[in-house]
Structure formats: C-alpha cells, structure tokens
C-alpha cells in the first residue's frame, strides 16, 4: 500500500517540472508550437454568406487557412491568411485578433481563447471600393483549449506507516502565476506540505 501511494503521487505531478532551488516548486509550459499545432489540426475553413449592398445583390465565399498564434512577452496574437471571392473579383487579406490567456486557479486550468478575430469583405464598382461586411472567425477556434495547470491532482496523499498506522499530508499551492514569454506560456506554483488542514 505504501508504494501504491508513493507511486499515485508521483503520477499526480506528469508533465510538471519540479525544482528544489529558490523559486517555483512546479512549473507548467505550454508552447507556442503546441497552440500552432491545434489550429493546423482545425485546418482551412470556408463560408459563404449573401450581400446586398447599394443595389448589388449577390454571394460572396472565403477561405481562412494558415492560421497561428504567436506568444511574446505579456502578449498573444492571432492571425490567418482569407481569400475572398465576390462574383469574379478576388482578393486576399489578413485576419487579425488578440488572444486572452488565463489561468484558473479554482479549476486548475489553463485557458487560450480567441477574440474576435475578424477580415473585411468589399468589391469593387467601376473602380470604387464598396464594403460589403466583416467575418469574425474566431468563433471556429472555440470552445477555448485548455491545459492543466501546475497544482497537484489531489489535495491530499495518506501515508501508510510501520504498525497498520497512517498519516495524511496536506499539500497546499501558493503563490500561482502565469506569464507569457517569447514563444511560450509558463504557470508556476510553490507547493506548502504539512499535516495539518489547511484553514478553509
């Protein structure tokens, strides 16, 4: 049983690094290769919507491909290359958007949503720019995707001791932060043991 426990615990902590020098006790890094590679795994998505705009009736299609996010320091930012095609005119654009990152201490959660992330769509008249709308798609990266943070799973580990005895050690984290850096996201914690509860 004591093994069973000691290893349960360990398990708990997969993925978190752990450092005994000054500083954090557990650190959690999700990299900006890691965003990217969710949005190639959503890949191209198309649309399509009706315009009538100044007695011009018609449809107009898009395609948003090449999607990425980039991290640097205390920002994210979200951009995918549009192709437009009203009628006969094309044309090509950028999508633009921010990206809110959080982390949820309740729920031990690291959060990566985008915001509205949007490209407009026009077409020309006799050589004269005619705004048709805006195509927000951020909507197509949601719902948001989420990583675990750098708590342990259970609050808890009970120890099993020389004589049929056991004692519970109470783990407790502190001092959570997260910060965007170049290229990558880092949520750190220190971790207090002790035997006792923790006041609630």
Avoid: C
Wanted: charged share 20%; proline share 7%.
């Amino acid at each position: 049983m004591h093994k069973k426990t000691i290893v349960l615990f360990a398990l708990s902590f997969i993925f978190v690094q752990f450092s005994h020098a000054q500083g954090p006790d557990a650190v959690v890094v999700v990299r900006q290769s890691t965003l990217n590679g969710f949005l190639d795994a959503v890949g191209p998505v198309s649309g399509k919507a009706p315009y009538d705009v100044l007695g011009l009736k018609g449809e107009y299609t898009w395609t948003v491909k090449n999607a990425r996010i980039q991290l640097k320091p205390n920002a994210a930012d979200f951009s995918a290359d549009a192709s437009v095609k009203v009628g006969p005119f094309e044309y090509g654009s950028v999508a633009h958007g921010d990206v809110e990152i959080k982390y949820h201490q309740e729920s031990n959660r690291i959060s990566v949503k985008v915001l509205k992330a949007s490209f407009e769509v026009y077409t020309k008249f006799f050589g004269k720019k005619i705004h048709l709308g805006d195509v927000d798609i951020s909507k197509f990266y949601r719902p948001e995707f989420e990583f675990a943070g750098p708590q342990p799973v259970q609050p808890s580990v009970l120890v099993s001791l020389p004589g049929d005895q056991s004692k519970t050690v109470y783990i407790t984290p502190f001092n959570q932060n997260l910060r965007v850096e170049q290229d990558q996201i880092v949520v750190t914690s220190n971790l207090k043991f002790s035997d006792q509860p923790p006041p609630k």
